[in-house]
């Protein structure tokens, strides 16, 4: 069933920077808005610090997990999925109004690791799907008020044009209306919604969260905040050691006992602290983005896959990544996982949890 859908292949000599099949049709407000936002930055003599910060949860770094720069690896990639693979849905997947992605890259280039894949968001769609994956959950995160409901438009219609993607919602934690932005992004479609600490500078038991989290619960919506307290920086606007700990998303899970929520990159750097939250609450749920790739300089907790994997969700972090499109899913086969717990990590999880449709 998944590789009749497959598209030819492209060689992996081909250069990356692969031609559009075709320009989305952004509305002129959402391209003014990108625009402004991006020259009030370069006016405001800040530059793209705040973009920056955007991908500083993902790059940079505590001192003890990576070392600056990180460099990119040069190893050899997949032309598609192994063919004896159950479906796979990457979980894990950023897309971005092109101009927002270019500073992205511009960020990584300088402060963080060679980019591999830069690619826009019609080109990171088909780059994944036309190798065999299955089904992407797109995600993004707004930084300053006002953003949210023009990206969160953005992303509407890029999902109204491939069926094979689930969008996921963003607002800014305090901004106004927030539950209002929310709820308009769920009538356009999008599903579930998705907030970032680090970039967001908030607490998950901070006041502000608690209309984000009613809204999730009333329209019946998952959850997926990086919550976890790395990889910090000194240069970031926020410390997340301060926003950041295992203790508040278990308030969370407490207070909000029908709201599932997932917390990426299997928490890090708190594993023992997750891993336990993990037995102990059914509507939590963790993602493997990039933890288990053998890049950072961490222990993966692999025991989590084997006490939770009906808990567990595969995802990449692509196009943003410095390695190999399908390096983490390598790693994770060569852990031998028996075959229900990889159907589950690569499928099942993410379906129940985005209520994405098996067929
Ligand atoms: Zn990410």
Known sequence: MMHAQLTPLIEPSTPLLLPSPKRLPATKDLNDII?????????????????????????????DLLTHPMLGLEDPEGRALPSDLPPVIDAHVHLFPDRIFEALWRWFGRHGWPIRYPLHSPQVIEFLLSRGVHHLVALHYAHKPGLAAWMNQYMASLCQQEPRLTCVATVLPGEPNASLILEEAFALGLRGVKLHCHVQCFSPDAPEMHVIYETCVKHNQPLIMHAGREPKSPAYPCDPHLLCHVSRIERVLLDYP???????????????????LLERFDHLWLDT?????????????????????????????????????????????????????????????AARFYQIPHA
């Open 35 to 63: 625009q402004a936002f991006l020259e009030a930055e370069e006016a405001s003599g800040l530059g793209h610090r705040d973009i920056a910060a955007c991908v500083r949860c993902m790059a940079s770094s505590a001192r």
């Open 258 to 276: 029908t709201l599932q929520l997932c917390v990426p990159h299997l928490g890090v750097d708190e594993f023992d602290g997750y891993a336990d």
């Open 289 to 349: 983005t990039m933890v288990l790739a053998d890049y950072f300089p961490v222990a993966p907790p692999i025991s989590m896959l084997n006490r939770r994997p009906d808990r567990l969700l595969y995802g990449t972090d692509f196009p943003n990544i410095p390695y190999a499109w399908d390096r983490e899913i390598r790693h994770l086969l060569a852990m031998n996982l028996p075959a229900e717990t990889l159907h589950a990590l690569f499928f099942q999880n």
